[in-house]
């Protein structure tokens, strides 16, 4: 069984950084893709960023630029470094992992995400 456990979600001034970090078990990294979706409120699950077993980076939307994915392969572990926050990163963060298509962005590709975490709220206070 896959399972992903989030961590560092919270809140944080506007301007500030936080660090995400998510640790999985059940399933081998090679071949797959670890990242994360968040959802804000009032609004669908987006893709924010992942990375392949041979560290592969891809970023989404406002991710580019300003957030940098990293992974410790032997460890099954994936981290987001978010840097000068804002409010309109305020949502849901969820760790997944799945092939690269689980983040294509096109409707119904959600299906080649094989876990999800159970998701942590980050907000960026104003």
């Known amino acids: 069984e896959v399972q992903l456990e989030e961590s560092g979600g919270g809140l944080v001034q506007a301007g500030g950084s936080l660090r995400l970090s998510c640790v999985g078990s059940g399933f081998t990294f090679d071949g797959y893709h670890m990242g994360w979706f968040r959802q804000a409120p009032g609004k669908e699950r987006e893709r924010v960023s992942c990375?392949?077993?041979?560290?592969?980076?891809y970023y989404f939307g406002s991710a580019k630029g300003r957030f940098i994915i990293s992974s410790e392969k032997n460890k099954n572990t994936v981290y987001l470094q978010m840097d000068s926050l804002g409010p309109e990163n305020t949502a849901v963060y969820y760790c997944?992992?799945?092939?690269?298509?689980?983040?294509?962005?096109?409707?119904?590709?959600?299906?080649?995400?094989?876990?999800w975490g159970q998701g942590m709220l980050v907000t960026v206070s104003s």
């Open positions: 997944a992992v799945g092939k690269l298509a689980g983040w294509s962005g096109l409707a119904g590709t959600h299906r080649y995400i094989v876990g």
């Open positions: 990375i392949s077993y041979d560290d592969r980076t």
